[in-house]
């Protein structure tokens, strides 16, 4: 049984890389240089908590391959956090930053806490202690966090504090995701959902279909699965579920997904929305759809589930939703897979749009920011269609493959040092 314990995220990755590079028939000495991370450091948070006991937290940050540019890629504080899961995810922005074409390497980070039973304040000083920990090798030319599950523009404004408080001077652009008040973007809360929206009416477009009153679901209510739900609401299709961590509700007749936000805000949860019926997150997961949208944690889709799975497209908002048995099963069925590093590249992407503003001290308009996301997204949506569809690979393959030869192509100019 493919159990989720015995599935090793790092070597899911590299699974990924290697069947990417054997269809780039890619020489082996570039394997041999790209298939693992350049840099991984561990650090010892030690902190003194709200009753005054000191307690330890374990901190990680993983600069994967830096051929193209400085290392990027967010921050996840989250209890499941493990250096392996940190690896995998830096490889896997490594890919996404060369398949939207951004100047930037991959990389990402991870403190092992539950945010949900800390008080703000112990966050704070979990995120004070954990970037003076990685200090040394964070920064504006060499690696920018970013938020990720759990994180925020609060805690992104802690980290561009304690590294600026260290140099002695204002770095706004060794972070993004900022809050707007401390050089952050318009449009970065919003760009990941954005970024799957345009992806998806890409994709629909390349298809000839038409995104109108299609039914969704939505698995995860936060950051990235209720912006996708709001855009896909407003432009005439039905959200017919979604679930957070705390269970899943289902009406079929479609959701009002702006108030559902306000419910959500306001309660901490989406359950007990008015005009809707709770059912189990699994039953969810395989209602009859037309676009399933895994907008939480990695695994969601699974050997057990996949053949249960009646979507037609699943777009991945997630980092690594689908476990690579799982992938084999849904191609088999014939539904369309958006993959993540396609997917929810948006987010990076208009990092990519703040970091460049901060460097140049100036600031663009939102429409500005939403016209260029949605350039990227779907040129890179097109771009690997196109593999697809002529290289006759899987749409994860494709991507993968985008990613990989960019990446190669910068290796092999750079040559190897010294
Ligand atoms: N955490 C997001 C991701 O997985 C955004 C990273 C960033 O903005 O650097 O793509």
């Known amino acids: 049984m493919e159990s989720l314990n015995s599935l090793n995220p790092f070597e899911m990755a590299q699974k ?6 054997d269809a780039l028939n890619l020489e082996p000495n570039l394997r041999e ?3 693992y991370p350049e840099r991984c450091l561990v650090v010892h948070i030690p902190i003194r908590m709200d009753d005054g006991k000191i307690k330890r ?3 990680y940050r993983v600069q994967f391959n830096t051929a193209r540019g400085p290392a990027k890629g967010g921050i996840r504080y989250h209890p499941n956090v493990t250096l392996d899961e940190v690896k995998a995810l830096a490889c896997w922005m490594t890919w996404k930053c060369a398949i939207v074409n951004l100047p930037y390497g991959g990389g990402k980070g991870g403190v092992a806490c539950n945010p949900k039973v800390l008080s703000m304040n112990e966050i704070e000083h979990i995120t004070r202690r954990y970037t003076s920990g990685i200090l040394p090798i964070i920064g ?3 690696d920018i966090p970013a938020p990720d599950v759990y994180t925020n523009p609060q805690i992104m404004a802690w980290i561009m504090d304690t590294y600026s408080m260290t140099k002695g001077y ?3 652009g060794v972070v993004t995701g900022k809050p707007l008040g401390l050089g952050g973007s318009l449009g970065r809360d919003e760009a990941t959902g954005r970024g799957v929206f345009y992806t998806i009416e890409s994709i629909y477009d390349s298809l000839g279909l038409q995104l109108k009153d299609q039914r969704i679901v939505v698995q995860g209510f936060g950051n990235a699965g209720s912006v996708a739900a709001k855009l896909l609401h407003q432009s005439e299709n039905k959200v017919i579920a979604v679930s957070d961590s705390s269970g899943a509700i289902h009406n079929s007749k479609g959701l009002d997904i702006s108030r559902l936000i306000e419910h959500k805000a306001k309660t901490g949860s989406v359950l007990e929305f008015e005009g809707t019926e709770r059912i189990q997150p699994d039953e969810m997961l395989t209602l009859e759809c037309d ?7 990695e695994n969601a889709i699974t050997k057990e589930n996949a053949p249960r799975i009646k979507a037609r497209m699943i777009a991945e908002a997630a980092n690594g939703p689908v476990t690579p048995e799982a992938d084999k099963i849904l191609f088999e069925k014939g ?3 958006i993959p993540d590093i396609l997917c929810n590249a948006g987010g990076v992407t208009v990092s990519y749009f703040e970091w460049v503003q901060n460097e140049q001290h100036l ?3 939102e429409q500005d920011i939403y016209g260029k996301l949605e350039k990227v997204m779907k040129n890179a949506a097109k771009e690997v269609n196109r593999i697809h569809r002529n290289r006759k690979v899987n749409t994860r393959i494709a991507a993968t493959m985008l990613g990989v030869s960019r990446v190669a192509e910068a290796t092999r100019l750079r040559g190897l040092y010294p």
């Open 57 to 59: 937290f374990e901190g």
């Open 16 to 21: 990924n890389f290697d069947l990417a590079a």
């Open 140 to 142: 504006p030319q060499s």
């Open 291 to 297: 676009i399933l949208i895994p907008a939480a944690l």
């Open 33 to 35: 240089m790209m298939r």
């Open 335 to 337: 539904i369309y897979l």
């Open 170 to 172: 204002p770095v706004h």
């Open 363 to 365: 600031f663009w308009d």
